[in-house]
C-alpha cells in the first residue's frame, strides 16, 4: 500500500517568514495530494490540494509543489502569521477518495 | 455547510467493555471513514465505507469492527476495548476526494 512520509515533524519559524514541510510518497500510481490543517482542539480542514497533471498551484500565501518524478511534494507558507500556527497533515490518494496521511507537522509561529 | 457529527467528545471505557463510536453526517456523502490520530503517527485509517451495508478495511482494522446500515451513519465497534486502543478517533465523510472531519471522539481506555 501507500506510505507517506512528512518532514519535519516539528518547525519553528519567525513571524513573517516563510515555512516549508515536505513530503514523499511511494506509490506511483498516486495522483491526488491534499494539505489538511488542524488548529489545536480542532478538526482538520483542507487547505490546498495538487494534482498529478500540475506542477505548482497557489492561493494566496500557500503553494503547493509536486514532483512526480522524484514522489515528493511540498507546502510553502509565506508571511507566516500567528493564525499558522497547527499541525499540518499531507496526505495522496490514487483517486479512490482513500486518503494515507503524512505523520504530521507543527508548524509553530514566533512572534 | 456540511457537518459531521460525533456523538461524544470524551468518552472513558474499562478493558474488555465493547464500545460503540457513532458519526452522524448530513451531507448525502457516499463516502464515510474512520481515522485513529496518535502523536507522532499522524492520522490512520481504521475503515471507511463507499455506500450502505459496505464496508472495507483500513490500514489498521484489527481489533474494531463497523456498520453502516444508514447512508448518514456510520458506527465504530470495539468489540473488547483495550489500553492501546486509547486515542482520538475522527470520523470523515467525502462525496469526491474533499474530507469532511468530525470533531473527534477521545477515547480513554482504562
Known amino acids: 500500500g501507500e506510505n507517506v512520509e512528512q518532514h519535519p515533524s516539528t518547525l519553528s519559524v519567525q513571524e513573517g517568514d516563510s515555512a516549508v514541510i515536505k513530503c514523499t510518497y511511494s506509490?506511483?500510481?498516486?495522483?491526488?495530494f491534499p494539505w489538511y490543517k488542524q488548529e489545536l482542539g480542532k478538526r482538520p480542514q483542507l487547505i490546498i490540494d495538487i494534482r498529478s497533471n500540475v506542477g505548482e498551484k497557489k492561493d494566496q500565501r500557500i503553494a503547493v509543489t509536486l514532483n512526480k518524478t522524484a514522489k515528493h511534494f511540498s507546502l510553502h507558507i509565506t508571511e507566516t502569521q500567528p493564525e499558522d500556527s497547527a499541525v499540518y497533515f499531507c496526505?495522496?490518494?490514487?483517486?479512490?477518495?482513500?486518503?494515507?496521511f503524512g505523520t504530521g507537522t507543527r508548524l509553530t509561529i514566533i512572534p | 455547510d456540511v457537518k459531521v457529527t460525533q456523538s461524544s467528545r470524551y468518552l472513558v471505557k474499562r478493558t474488555g467493555e465493547k464500545v460503540f463510536l457513532e458519526c452522524v453526517q448530513d451531507m448525502d456523502h457516499e463516502n464515510m471513514f474512520w481515522y485513529r490520530q496518535d502523536p507522532g503517527l499522524g492520522l490512520r485509517l481504521i475503515y471507511f465505507?463507499?455506500?450502505?451495508?459496505?464496508?472495507e478495511k483500513g490500514d489498521i482494522p484489527e481489533g474494531y469492527s463497523v456498520s453502516r446500515e444508514k447512508k448518514e451513519r456510520f458506527s465504530l465497534i470495539l468489540e473488547s476495548a483495550s489500553t492501546n486502543q486509547t486515542s482520538m478517533y475522527l470520523c470523515a465523510s467525502s462525496t469526491g476526494t474533499k474530507l469532511f472531519f468530525g470533531s473527534g471522539t477521545q477515547l480513554s481506555v482504562l
Open positions: 465505507s463507499y455506500d450502505v451495508k459496505m464496508k
Open positions: 506509490d506511483s500510481a498516486s495522483n491526488y
Open positions: 496526505a495522496a490518494s490514487t483517486g479512490n477518495e482513500k486518503l494515507t
